[in-house]
């Protein structure tokens, strides 16, 4: 006579829980995003690029405010960043143009934490060394002040900050008569242009809970 047992419940082998697989992370977007300009300069009127005035300021508030959407890790904010240069074409002529500037500006978070800082510098001496004219001077012309040199700022936003501020720090200025440097509140010390973000959609914030 054969006997069978069933083996103890405790002894049989489960079949491993299948979890669903985690998600894709999002695609990452590339975007101009939203800004508030308080100085715009202009529209170049080759470029076409709107240029805006960074001011040196000291309340992030009063910036150049760049909107951040909600975002998975760092975003990627790109910029130009120009010197400013009021051209006389009679100072052209008698070959007194020239001018060494140097603009260095902030990136900020709203409460006032730095996190980046960026620098252009260049020369001028004819109208070759400027970037552009910017149209809406007298008489539909163009107006006198205008972007000269470029360089490209990248930053890394952290992740968690949903908006930027740009404020001026200080521009040092190189003349043939002189040198001097500018840092006092509401003056323009760059320009920038072609601001672009790059970042990975994330989940919008939780609202904050409502007191009982």
């Known amino acids: ?30 975007i101009a995003p939203d800004m508030t300009c308080p ?5 170049g009127v080759k470029t076409r690029l709107a ?22 890790g760092a975003a990627t904010l790109t910029f130009d960043l120009h010197n400013l ?12 143009a020239y001018a ?30 400027l970037v552009d004219r910017v149209g809406g001077g007298a008489g539909g012309g163009v107006k006198a ?19 930027v501020s740009l404020l001026g720090e200080k521009l040092a200025v190189e003349r043939i008569d002189g040198a001097a440097t500018y840092s006092q509140p509401g003056r323009p010390i760059a320009v920038v242009s072609n601001v672009t973000l790059e970042y990975r959609p994330g989940p919008a914030p939780k609202p904050p809970r409502k007191k009982p």
């Open 85 to 96: 240069h009021t051209y006389s074409e009679e100072q052209v002529k008698a070959r007194r």
């Open 1 to 30: 006579m054969v006997l069978a047992f069933a083996a103890p419940v405790w002894s049989q082998t489960r079949k491993p829980v299948r979890r669903p697989a985690p998600a894709p992370p999002a695609a990452p977007r590339t």
């Open 100 to 129: 060494r500037y140097t603009a260095t500006i902030g990136v900020l978070t709203m409460d006032n934490t730095l996190i980046s800082r960026a620098v252009v510098q260049n020369e001028f001496r004819t109208a070759r060394d």
């Open 39 to 43: 100085a715009p300069l202009g529209v």
């Open 145 to 163: 002040v205008a972007p000269t040199g470029a360089e490209s700022i990248t930053v890394a936003i952290p992740e968690g900050e949903a908006q």
């Open 51 to 72: 240029f805006c005035e960074v001011m040196a300021e000291r309340d992030p508030s009063a910036g150049v405010l760049i909107q951040i959407p909600p975002h998975q």
